[in-house]
């Protein structure tokens, strides 16, 4: 089982400031098989970057993927009030999915 | 548009059982995988099992192997999750999520219902 450790687990940030977390594997994610969902309380997860870096329909350009192999980073460029909120990594390279346990962009 | 509308949740005592359905609509239902996933109260998310879109394809976690049964009714664009023997840590509010292609894996989830709650509590 791929474990991923998601950093930091609370990130303490102002309306307009860039927001960057970390997603981190036990080992090698294959294909790039690295997805990011945003759950607001109350909410389901809505997926924002599958494939590491493509985003998923309707969601701003404000939020962008990179990395490969065992890093990942999710970005968000200038944080909308919208936006706080926690943040799952989950990787599907394997046949068992796994997630990460979450990091909280919370208003600073 | 896409719905998910998950229902069947409730308070079970240890050991009993308990179905859970979800209802798809705005999509051709059996074009698709489709999965659940649960989140322990104030935890994160958790893959439980999921089914290709022939069925011919099924997955669960170890968590609850032998225990879960997943199934759907393309017939009547419905998902099922059959729960025997529940202990206490099945305790999680727990999604319908569509998968974004036919088979079982690799897949992420493109869509999410809003869950249906499950307590198993003596």
């Known amino acids: 089982e791929i474990v991923l450790t998601q950093s930091p687990g609370t990130l303490s940030l102002s309306p307009g400031e860039r927001a960057t977390l970390s997603c981190r594997a036990s080992q090698s994610v294959s294909s790039s098989y690295l997805a990011w969902y945003q759950q607001k309380p109350g909410q389901a997860p809505r997926l924002l970057i599958y494939g590491a870096s493509s985003r998923a329909t309707g969601i701003p350009d404000r939020f962008s993927g990179s990395g490969s192999g065992t890093d990942f980073t999710l970005t968000i460029s200038r944080l909308e009030p919208e936006d706080f909120a926690v943040y799952y990594c989950?990787?599907?390279?394997?046949?068992?999915?796994?997630f990460g346990q979450g990091t909280k962009v919370e208003i600073k | 548009e896409v719905q998910l509308v998950e229902s069947g949740g409730g308070l079970v005592q240890p050991g009993r059982s308990l179905r859970l359905s979800c209802a798809a609509s705005g999509f051709t239902f059996d074009d698709y995988a489709m999965h659940w996933v649960r989140q322990a109260p104030g935890k994160g998310l958790e893959w439980v099992s999921g089914?290709?879109?022939?069925?011919?394809?099924?997955g669960y976690a170890d968590s609850v192997k032998g225990r879960f049964t997943i199934s759907r009714d393309n017939a009547k664009n419905s998902l099922y999750l059959q729960m025997n023997s529940l202990r206490a840590e099945d305790t999680a509010l727990y999604y319908c999520a569509k998968a974004p292609g036919q088979w079982l894996v690799p897949t992420y989830f493109d869509y999410w219902g809003q869950g249906t709650l499950v307590t198993v509590s003596s």
């Open positions: 989950q990787q599907y390279g394997s046949s068992l999915n796994t």
């Open positions: 089914i290709s879109w022939n069925s011919g394809s099924i």
